[in-house]
């Protein structure tokens, strides 16, 4: 053979070595995700469905939640990609001759985006439904029961809904792209159709972003002030605690002596009212066990981090908006021919990408409180060890569909210059300047008046209570004027 032959035996070799490589990471990365995931599930589920008589039950319940427990990895990584993308791309320019991460490449981590788009797709469209269908299904009528049954009455109506699906997205191309060229693309199914209708998905889930994010970066200090222990300032602890044991001991006598008065009693409401009582003194108890630092240090430092990490995000997006007025490479786009570890993405360099990634994730986790703080959602919100099969999935549904849209989300915003990788970038709505601009006004607006409503009525509320000024018979802003009835009682 001649020299030429063996160099590109070499080079074929080396190539089929990087592949194997980055299947193995891709495995084992996922696989970590997924034990993850199963571990969370596996405390959210209610064991009641697991653990029944009828086999068969049992039997398509785990397969639904090993469904439900690769929908959520997939999230989880969707989660994971564009902050390991700016991490990867900033170690790739402080080390980019070091051996031990020869691993990380550009080939890798494109792979990853590409990896984390096709599953996106297979769970959305093809994973969840029949978990659902799955779970509802009994098999046809006149049929032999079993799982096997099950599968295929599971099986013809996903042929259905993908039939109606897929001509609700042919009319709608229709309506908005009304050319030959566009309806003859969607005859192509794994190359039009999916992205065409995961486009569309995307879409959905940043305006829910939209409307989530503002309401979780407002719903963040409440959360944050319930899991904390709050500075004292002029309460008395002691006087509350004898108040709250007299309270509860009158509420016990009279739930134990029903007969005694003259009035019936509601029996579920004094109930109800002895376990908070009973909340609210291991509450008073957890404060007055708490030491002086973390009593006095902790709760103004961490409200001052959400403060502080609000503002930059709001900041940043007012900066995006004026480069999108001054500058067109502001738009979101894919990036095509660039690769990783030649510039980096941030103007502050390596602090400015530690910043962005804070951020990130920071938004991510408002956008989950205001997701389930919404009275939209508020019945999805899981409980431990009492969630039932389809409450699982639809919350693996709701979770999916935040974090994949969660890299567009944050490059619409400005939050990264880090270009959308493979198909992520295919979306037609991210070359719309006016769309791009309305959201990010919406976003920085609605930001500012809930972060200055809440913010101010909390802190108003706090110092109101501290002074004990709400225990005044006058009515004070903020509090509920005590009704007439009431007062003369």
Same mark, same amino acid.
């Given at each position: 053979?001649?020299? =030429?032959?063996?160099?590109?035996?070499?080079?074929?070799?080396?190539?089929?070595?990087?592949?194997?490589?980055?299947?193995?990471?891709?495995?084992?990365?996922?696989?970590?995700?997924?034990?993850?995931?199963?571990?969370?599930?596996?405390?959210?589920?209610?064991?009641?469905?697991?653990?029944?008589?009828?086999?068969?039950? =049992?039997?398509?319940?785990?397969?639904?939640?090993?469904?439900?427990?690769?929908?959520? =990895?997939?999230?989880?990584?969707?989660?994971?990609?564009?902050?390991?993308?700016?991490?990867?791309?900033?170690?790739?320019?402080?080390?980019?001759?070091?051996?031990?991460?020869?691993?990380?490449?550009?080939?890798?981590?494109?792979?990853?985006?590409?990896?984390?788009?096709?599953?996106?797709?297979?769970?959305?469209?093809?994973?969840?439904?029949?978990?659902?269908? &799955?779970?509802?299904?009994?098999?046809?009528?006149?049929?032999?029961?079993?799982?096997?049954?099950?599968?295929?009455?599971?099986?013809?109506?996903?042929?259905?809904?993908?039939?109606?699906?897929?001509?609700?997205?042919?009319?709608?191309?229709?309506?908005?792209?009304?050319?030959?060229?566009?309806?003859?693309?969607?005859?192509?199914?794994?190359?039009?159709?999916?992205?065409?209708?995961?486009?569309?998905?995307?879409?959905?889930?940043?305006?829910?972003?939209?409307?989530?994010?503002?309401?979780?970066?407002?719903?963040?200090?409440?959360?944050?002030?319930?899991?904390?222990?709050?500075?004292?300032?002029?309460?008395?602890?002691?006087?509350?605690?004898?108040?709250?044991?007299?309270?509860?001991?009158?509420?016990?006598?009279?739930?134990?002596?029903?007969?005694?008065?003259?009035?019936?009693?509601?029996?579920?409401?004094?109930?109800?009212?002895?376990?908070?009582?009973?909340?609210?003194?291991?509450?008073?108890?957890?404060?007055?066990?708490?030491?002086?630092?973390?009593?006095?240090?902790?709760?103004?430092?961490?409200?001052?981090?959400?403060?502080?990490?609000?503002?930059?995000?709001?900041?940043?997006?007012?900066?995006?908006?004026?480069?999108?007025?001054?500058?067109?490479?502001?738009?979101?786009?894919?990036?095509?021919?660039?690769?990783?570890?030649?510039?980096?993405?941030?103007?502050?360099?390596?602090?400015?990408?530690?910043?962005?990634?804070?951020?990130?994730?920071?938004?991510?986790?408002?956008?989950?409180?205001?997701?389930?703080?919404?009275?939209?959602?508020?019945?999805? !919100?899981?409980?431990?060890?009492?969630?039932?099969?389809?409450?699982?999935?639809?919350?693996?549904?709701?979770?999916?569909?935040?974090?994949?849209?969660?890299?567009?989300?944050?490059?619409?915003?400005?939050?990264?210059?880090?270009?959308?990788?493979?198909?992520?970038? !295919?979306?037609?709505?991210?070359?719309?300047?006016?769309?791009?601009?309305?959201?990010? =006004?919406?976003?920085?607006?609605?930001?500012?008046?809930?972060?200055?409503?809440?913010?101010?009525?909390?802190?108003?509320?706090?110092?109101?209570?501290?002074?004990?000024?709400?225990?005044?018979?006058?009515?004070?802003?903020? &509090?509920?004027?005590?009704?007439?009835?009431?007062?003369?009682?």
């Amino acid at each position: 053979m001649e020299a =030429a032959d063996y160099e590109v035996l070499s080079v074929r070799e080396q190539l089929f070595h990087e592949r194997v490589r980055e299947c193995i990471i891709s495995t084992l990365l996922f696989a970590t995700l997924y034990i993850l995931c199963h571990i969370a599930l596996t405390h959210f589920k209610k064991p009641a469905e697991f653990t029944t008589a009828d086999d068969e039950d =049992a039997t398509v319940n785990k397969i639904a939640l090993e469904l439900c427990t690769f929908t959520l =990895a997939v999230a989880l990584g969707a989660v994971l990609l564009l902050p390991f993308s700016i991490i990867s791309n900033e170690v790739l320019l402080s080390l980019p001759r070091n051996y031990y991460i020869q691993w990380l490449n550009g080939s890798l981590i494109h792979g990853l985006w590409n990896l984390v788009f096709l599953f996106s797709n297979l769970s959305l469209i093809f994973l969840m439904p029949f978990a659902y269908f &799955f779970t509802e299904s009994e098999g046809f009528a006149g049929s032999k029961k079993g799982v096997l049954a099950r599968v295929y009455e599971t099986v013809v109506m996903l042929m259905l809904l993908t039939l109606l699906v897929l001509g609700m997205v042919w009319v709608a191309s229709a309506i908005v792209d009304n050319n030959k060229a566009s309806r003859e693309s969607l005859y192509d199914f794994w190359e039009y159709y999916l992205p065409y209708l995961y486009s569309c998905i995307s879409f959905l889930g940043v305006l829910l972003l939209l409307v989530c994010t503002p309401l979780g970066l407002a719903r963040m200090f409440s959360v944050t002030g319930k899991l904390l222990v709050k500075p004292r300032l002029l309460e008395d602890l002691e006087e509350q605690l004898h108040c709250s044991a007299f309270e509860e001991a009158a509420l016990t006598r009279r739930i134990c002596n029903p007969t005694s008065c003259w009035l019936p009693l509601d029996m579920e409401l004094l109930h109800r009212q002895v376990l908070a009582l009973q909340t609210q003194r291991v509450l008073l108890e957890k404060r007055r066990k708490a030491s002086a630092w973390q009593r006095n240090l902790g709760y103004p430092l961490a409200m001052l981090c959400l403060l502080v990490l609000t503002g930059l995000s709001v900041l940043t997006v007012a900066i995006h908006i004026l480069e999108l007025l001054i500058d067109e490479a502001a738009m979101p786009r894919g990036m095509q021919g660039a690769s990783l570890g030649q510039v980096s993405f941030s103007k502050l360099g390596s602090f400015g990408a530690v910043v962005q990634v804070v951020l990130i994730f920071y938004l991510m986790v408002s956008s989950v409180v205001g997701f389930y703080s919404s009275p939209l959602f508020w019945g999805l !919100r899981p409980r431990w060890h009492d969630t039932a099969m389809t409450q699982i999935i639809g919350n693996c549904v709701c979770l999916l569909v935040l974090s994949s849209a969660l890299p567009v989300f944050s490059r619409t915003l400005g939050l990264t210059r880090l270009d959308l990788l493979g198909d992520f970038g !295919r979306f037609n709505w991210l070359g719309n300047f006016y769309i791009v601009f309305l959201y990010n =006004a919406a976003f920085a607006g609605l930001t500012t008046l809930c972060l200055v409503k809440t913010f101010t009525a909390a802190v108003r509320a706090e110092l109101i209570r501290a002074f004990g000024l709400d225990r005044l018979p006058l009515p004070v802003s903020g &509090f509920p004027r005590a009704s007439r009835k009431t007062q003369h009682q």
